[in-house]
């Protein structure tokens, strides 16, 4: 086979800015027919997880990297001899290296930066590899090896010349169970293999419940438990699993931080030693706002739309917004310059498997109510799908974060980098509270706003917290302000 007849595929910027992805699984083999446009591996980068298509057409040469390993952007992963190529006078297999053994270089590339599937690969740094159990079928070439190792070194002449072990050939990959990406990452985390789980989705795709379903039965002959140990309260945030701890085994779990967290980790301590964060709380009573809530659901123009409290919290913030616009900034430490932004990407933190992600609305001040509510569903359907791309959570502007749904009264939020406030939403509950000269049940929440105090003094927050509030707490507002 001639050089040219080799392609080597190299992992692309899935995402402005991103160095590096997790290759979390491959779903081709060396020996493989690929066509142009077939996805071949799945890669978690610090945004999302994303399935790589091949360019072109051709038979999978050899894997550069197995699963679990983080590769920069711009490595080749994967060599595919292309259609046309001068092809060798018999097939051989391709020869898997010993786990100990460095990644199988790519082939050399000219000197001219090449184009990659999505961006241009610069990075050209090593890889970092965590262990791996090896291959079976390695494992067996090895063991002959050291059998015949063994026999000559002690002179055992053998009757006949020993033929070492024909290479071994790659069986065809069997049916690949049928689930979505979060799914797939909900099952790795819980240590399921998807295929033993009994799907019940539509077309036999396996939700998460099956994979639920298959931890709790390979679990129910351990759940006999001494009667004085009081039983486990139930999850209280369902989307983010995790796999039950059994006290009387190991002691600690380690977590590789990597993709999501790793990315949240990082910008949440720049933020906390970059921004001088500033909170104020507000406690009001959002009973009109609540009465309006069932109103809207009734209402035929929001026939088929999420609505609940978050869509008006977020209108009332909306409208703080329009009222005092310096608050939707951003501070340029190059050019030590404010800059003000005349939109708002209204930023809504989500709990997702793979950790907290901040998807934003484009241009939500230019969005009528049912507009809103239409972006705020399709939004939180996407993060809860694990398909959120990465363009959808760059360039925010603002931010709303509701630890309300978690029971939370309320919290101390930290910025996005790149964004000068973050509003928190407390729980909404019933509580005494003075109505019209008498003390009355009403429903009460608190909220929080941080800010950067670099370019928001205390009286710019000061006035966004009590216009949200006061929006929140007459409704009707909404007409008069907006």
């Not at 679990?68 to 046309?84: M, P, Q, W």
């Not at 379903?213 to 309260?233: F, L, M, S, T």
């Not at 959002?286 to 009465?291: G, I, L, P, Y």
Request: charged share 20%; hydrophobic share 45%; with cysteine.
């Amino acid at each position: 086979m001639t050089n040219a007849s080799v392609r080597e595929f190299k992992m692309p910027d899935v995402g402005e800015g991103l160095t590096e992805a997790e290759i979390l699984k491959w779903y081709v083999q060396p020996g493989d027919t690929v066509t142009d446009g077939q996805v071949v591996c799945e890669v978690e980068t610090a945004k999302a997880a994303v399935e790589l298509p091949i360019p072109y057409d051709g038979v999978v040469r050899s894997l550069h990297f197995p699963e679990g390993t983080t590769v920069d952007v711009g490595t080749s992963i994967i060599a595919v001899e292309v259609a046309g190529g001068a092809a060798p006078a018999q097939q051989e297999a391709p020869a898997v290296p010993a786990p100990a053994a460095e990644p199988e270089q790519p082939a050399e590339q000219p000197a001219a930066r090449q184009p990659v599937l999505v961006g241009y690969g610069v990075a050209t740094s090593s890889t970092r590899r965590r262990p791996r159990k090896q291959a079976p079928d390695t494992a067996a070439r090895q063991a002959a090896s050291a059998v015949q190792s063994e026999l000559n070194g002690h002179g055992a002449a053998p009757a006949a010349p020993v033929t070492p072990p024909a290479p071994v050939v790659p069986a065809a990959p069997a049916q690949r169970p049928l689930a979505k990406p979060p799914v797939r990452k909900l099952a790795k985390d819980l240590g399921v293999d998807l295929a033993t789980v009994t799907p019940t989705g539509p077309d036999g795709v396996i939700t998460r419940e099956d994979v639920h379903a298959a931890v709790a039965a390979a679990q129910a002959p351990q759940q006999a438990a001494p009667a004085d140990r009081p039983a486990a309260p139930a999850a209280s945030a369902p989307d983010r699993p995790t796999a039950p701890v059994s006290y009387d085994s190991a002691r600690e779990t380690r977590v590789p931080v990597k993709g999501v967290r790793k990315a949240t980790a990082a910008a949440m301590v720049g933020s906390a030693f970059t921004a001088p964060h500033v909170t104020e709380f507000v406690t009001v009573d959002v009973t009109r706002t609540m009465k309006l809530v069932e109103e809207l659901k009734q209402d035929k123009e929001f026939a088929g739309l999420r609505v609940n409290p978050l869509l008006l919290i977020a209108k009332a913030l909306l409208v703080a917004i329009r009222r005092n616009p310096d608050i939707n900034a951003s501070w340029d430490e190059a050019a030590q310059e404010i800059v003000v932004k005349h939109y708002v990407n209204l930023g809504i933190a989500a709990a997702t498997p793979r950790g907290l992600i901040v998807p934003n609305i484009k241009d939500a001040h230019a969005k009528t109510l049912p507009e809103l509510a239409a972006s705020l569903g399709e939004l939180v359907s996407t993060a809860r799908e694990g398909k959120t791309s990465p363009s959808a959570m760059q360039g925010g502007t603002v931010t709303i974060t509701n630890v309300g749904v978690f029971g939370v009264d309320t919290g101390t939020p930290l910025l996005n980098p790149g964004e000068s406030a973050i509003l928190a939403v407390g729980a909404i509950k019933p509580q005494p509270w003075v109505h019209k000269g008498k003390v009355k049940p009403r429903q009460v929440t608190t909220l929080a706003l941080s800010f950067d105090h670099r370019l928001v003094d205390g009286e710019l927050g000061s006035k966004v917290l009590a216009d949200v509030a006061a929006v929140l707490e007459r409704p009707k507002r909404l007409i008069t302000w907006a």
